[in-house]
């Protein structure tokens, strides 16, 4: 009966454990109603609609998956001080959405601080932006651009191959 109950506890414990493991890592993908990702965080595939202004803080990464769509209120916004990393695929059904909740309603752009790094956008779809998508320190692939206000690509470790606009 001991060996039975030590490892019953094991197994609790340890169970206990991955269970904090997924929340300090916030896997399920749900934005903080404030706004500030603090923590490393992945968005799955589906909708994510966005009324805030998203600050992902620095040493933080945001990842989305292929098939995400982040659709922005008018007082949605992303600005980046640690990195996000959104990998689409060539799939129609999997490529990463920016975009506004309502085609009439523009929202508020993409920005990068400047100890941002490392951020990779690749089969993304950015579109109907009244903000400035910044871009800085990141690596930008097989993505478009449609009907936003302003682009602005910044500093030399910019790297942008098979794009449109």
């Known amino acids: 009966m001991r060996s039975f109950n030590s490892k019953l506890s094991y197994s609790i414990a340890a169970l206990l454990s991955a269970i904090s493991l997924l929340l300090s890592t916030n896997v399920f993908g749900q934005i903080p109603t404030n ?57 129609p059904n999997d490529t990463i959405v920016f975009a506004s909740s309502v085609a009439t309603t523009p929202w508020g752009g993409i920005s990068f601080g400047t100890g941002s790094t490392g951020s990779i956008f690749k089969f993304c779809r950015f579109q109907n932006s009244s903000g400035t998508l910044s871009f800085s320190n990141a690596t930008i692939e097989s993505s478009r651009f449609s009907s936003n206000s302003t682009i602005s690509l910044n500093t030399s470790t910019l790297t942008l191959s098979n794009f449109s606009w």
Do not use: C, N, Y
């Not at 990842?63 to 990998?87: C, K, M, N, W, Y």
């Open 35 to 91: 706004g500030l990702i603090a923590q490393d965080m992945t968005l799955a595939r589906g909708t994510h609609t966005i009324s805030v202004p998203v600050i992902v803080q620095a040493g933080k990464t945001l990842t989305i998956d292929p098939g995400a769509q982040l659709l922005f209120t008018s007082g949605g916004s992303l600005s980046i001080e640690g990195r996000v990393l959104a990998s689409g695929t060539s799939s």
